[in-house]
């Protein structure tokens, strides 16, 4: 009988679990269940028999796929994939997948609520600002990318974005203003949300040089990965630019020097909670089970994130 772990460091809503369970355990499965584990020990001695294992933002690394002997298939319940260890998966023959779009609303309801938040000086009192008639450049038009737009026109902002990935007439026909370059986006927009991926090529990509075209009262917001933010380059803008504001899901590694000298100028979530809604761990978890028994049952590789 094929054995299914949910490992996360990070637990999906009760009700998420119950129903990742519940698609196993009718598919003839075993069903395992290893939260809230604080080293990587525990986590290696879960795997040791498991033939499919289900992640979120937890490291499947070169230990972990080594350590579980029999693993096929591991689904990370979520967008990026920047956790897995592609090439230990590829070399021991192990299936990996992602769930897009699955929990890219949550991210998105995140990303203008966090903007919303700091127009209004942080919900304190005094005079604050409205998005509505702002220019919103979306960085990277995928899953997230797109709810986010969606949202924002909304709001009433003016959507533009730029994706070498996608092609003009597609985001010309959902109502976005298309930006040529990287640099036209950020020097067009107000505001600028980040939704690629963290890589080799956009790691720190997100530096002083392309943050300083912002026009006067720039907001950054990243609900994406704190991997692609040069952190120099952030302290640089935020001092040189009194009037620059930064809002991220993640806390960047030096967040606590970056809230001592910005206090009101930055937003960092404690902890990254952008897929954190019951609907969002519902819609990826279930997803992820399913993936699995498909895969293992006839072999289905959509999602396959590693060739
Ligand atoms: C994703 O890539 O899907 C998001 O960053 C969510 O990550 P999480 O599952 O760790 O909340």
């Known amino acids: 009988m094929a054995k299914v772990l949910v490992a996360t460091e990070k637990p999906f809503a009760k009700v998420a679990v119950e129903g990742i369970q519940k698609i196993v355990e009718e598919a003839g499965f075993e069903f395992a269940l290893l939260e809230k584990y604080t080293s990587e020990e525990e986590f290696l001695k879960a795997v040791a028999d498991v033939d499919a294992l289900i992640v979120r933002s937890d490291k499947v690394t070169k230990n972990v796929v080594e350590a579980a002997k029999n693993l096929k298939i591991v689904v990370r319940a979520g967008a990026g994939y920047d956790?897995?260890?592609?090439?230990?998966?590829s070399a021991k023959g192990v299936v990996a997948m992602n769930t897009p779009g699955q929990n890219s609303n949550a991210v998105a309801e995140l990303a203008l609520g966090m903007m919303v938040y700091m127009a209004r000086n942080s919900f304190h009192a005094g005079t604050g600002a409205e998005l509505r008639g702002k220019k919103l450049g979306i960085h990277a038009y995928g899953n997230v990318g797109r709810y986010v737009a969606t949202i924002a026109k909304g709001f009433g902002m003016d959507v533009y974005a730029f994706d070498p990935f996608v092609t003009a007439e597609a985001m010309e026909k959902e109502g976005i203003k298309v930006?040529?370059?990287?640099?036209?986006l950020y020097s067009t927009c107000n505001y600028v949300s980040l939704h690629i991926p963290a890589n080799d090529k956009t790691k720190k990509s997100i530096n002083f040089d392309l943050l300083s075209k912002m026009p006067k009262g720039g907001v950054l917001v990243n609900t994406a990965r704190k991997e692609v933010i040069d952190e120099e380059g952030m302290v640089k803008i935020m001092e040189s630019r009194p009037d620059f504001k930064y809002l991220s899901d993640i806390e960047p590694a030096n967040a606590a020097e970056?809230?001592?000298k910005f206090a009101d100028r930055v937003f960092f979530t404690p902890k990254?909670?952008?897929?954190?809604?019951?609907?969002?761990?519902?819609?990826a978890g279930l997803a992820a089970a399913r993936q699995i028994v498909g895969f293992i049952n006839n072999g289905d590789k959509t999602f396959q994130v590693n060739k």
């Open 272 to 283: 990254k909670m952008g897929a954190e809604t019951a609907e969002a761990n519902i819609n």
């Open 83 to 89: 956790n897995l260890d592609l090439e230990a998966c």
């Open 179 to 184: 930006c040529q370059s990287v640099e036209e």
């Open 258 to 260: 970056l809230k001592e």
